[in-house]
């Protein structure tokens, strides 16, 4: 096996032998995808800059807080993503794997990716779960009341206000509104912190939210013309992002709510059919897994980050492609796991040739590697 420690470019070919003699007997295979897959198309993933965008932690955005706090901030944040995505073109890796998913029924791939890649590299979307959405499917923020849903939005800029060339976005990022922060209590902040390093992880156990991070924009009670509280309208508050609600995508159904990207965002629960339909594959009543492909993840979000040991524990072998040595060497067992270190859109084709054959070959092929 690899020395999973080592940060060597160059694959051990006896370990390429190996793993693509299990290749070719697999009849039941798991890919697990991350960010890494699409970087060589020119998508940024998740962790690289440093998780920042625009000088916002990607990971603070990426929560319902976030988008409580400031819709028109998070809006800002997918419209650029969207356009990004839109832009990019699936690389040899996402066609290599929809190639694989066409030759071999007993292969799925479980991608945290929402770029829309695999689909539009041809991936038949019955062996593709999209665990975490796709970027160009829209909901209304009001499941339960409304429960609208757009899927395949590709308009380049949603609402006037998201177009970049009327409002370049860091020209739109403005500073909280004070008189409409409510105060929270010390205790209040504690337990917030406690609650974002639970579902960020260890790295947020020392980040103490203040109200202005997390706690929602409420309008400051105006009086009506009995002198009666009245809550501001939604549409009236100035966000941080200097966006109004009303800047944002309206429902069409509703017409009350605004839509949010169909994303799944930390502490949110993944879509129930997507997750049971995931992890079914790992069913005891389905028999052996043969083999599980770990690409271009961290391996850091759950629930993804405990399939290739559910895999395991169904029989597999596990292959792991990550371009940095130090996280394709997290979650490995020593002596049974392959660890290829490199570009996913390179040893991805390479690896799979066995089966799949070389991309002259595929029923759809990569526009440019
Ligand atoms: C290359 C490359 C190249 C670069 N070639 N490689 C159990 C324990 C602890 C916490 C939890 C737990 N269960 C659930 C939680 C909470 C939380 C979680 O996991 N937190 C941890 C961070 C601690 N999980 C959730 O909240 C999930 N919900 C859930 O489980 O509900 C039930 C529940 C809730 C609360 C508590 C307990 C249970 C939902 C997770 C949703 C994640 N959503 C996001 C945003 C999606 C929308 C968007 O994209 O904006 O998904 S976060 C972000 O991370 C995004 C990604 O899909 C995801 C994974 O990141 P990924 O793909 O691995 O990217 P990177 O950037 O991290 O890594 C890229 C890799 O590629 C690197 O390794 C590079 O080296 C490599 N690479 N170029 C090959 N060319």
């Known amino acids: 096996m690899s020395d999973p ?31 890494g897959v699409s970087a060589s198309s020119g998508l940024a993933t998740f962790r690289g800059s440093n998780g920042l965008w625009a000088g916002q932690d990607v990971m603070q955005v990426a929560t319902p807080a976030g988008f409580r706090h400031d819709p028109g901030l998070v809006w800002q944040f997918y419209s650029y993503r969207r356009r990004e995505a839109a832009k990019a073109k699936p690389n040899a890796a996402h066609y290599a794997l929809a190639e694989l998913a066409r030759r071999l029924p007993g292969f799925v791939t479980l991608s945290q990716n929402v770029d829309n890649l695999s689909p539009r590299a041809g991936h038949p979307l019955p062996q593709l779960k999209q665990l975490h959405g796709n970027l160009f499917n829209l909901r209304c923020v009001d499941a339960v009341n409304c429960g609208y849903e757009e899927h395949g939005n590709l308009r380049d800029h949603l609402t006037p206000a998201l177009d970049p060339s009327s409002a370049p976005e860091a020209a739109q990022l403005g500073t909280v509104d004070s008189a409409a922060r409510p105060k929270a209590s010390p205790l209040l902040l504690a337990g917030i912190a406690r609650k974002h390093a639970t579902i960020l992880g260890d790295a947020y156990r020392d980040r103490k939210p203040s109200s202005e991070d997390l706690t929602p924009l409420r ?47 930390f502490g949110e629960a993944l879509d129930p059919d997507v997750a049971a339909e995931a992890e079914a594959h790992f069913d005891e009543g389905l028999g052996k897994l043969d083999l599980c492909l770990v690409i271009g993840t961290s391996s850091k979000v759950w629930p993804a980050a405990g399939y290739a040991e559910m895999a395991r524990n169904r029989g597999a072998r596990v292959a792991v492609v990550n371009l940095d040595a130090t996280d394709a060497a997290k979650n490995v067992r020593r002596g049974r796991d392959w660890v290829f270190v490199g570009d996913a859109a390179v040893l991805v084709p390479e690896l799979l040739r066995p089966v799949i054959g070389a991309p002259e070959t595929w029923l759809e092929r990569p526009v440019s590697v």
């Open 219 to 265: 309008g400051a009670a105006t009086a009506d013309a009995d002198g009666e509280q009245q809550p501001r309208k939604t549409s009236d508050i100035r966000l941080s992002s200097g966006l109004t609600a009303a800047d944002l995508p309206q429902c069409p159904a509703c017409r009350t709510n605004i839509l949010r990207p169909a994303v799944v965002w």
């Open 5 to 35: 420690s080592s940060s060597a470019p160059m694959l051990n070919p006896a370990d390429v032998a190996d793993f693509q003699e299990v290749l070719r007997q697999s009849k039941r295979i798991v890919a697990v995808l991350g960010a």
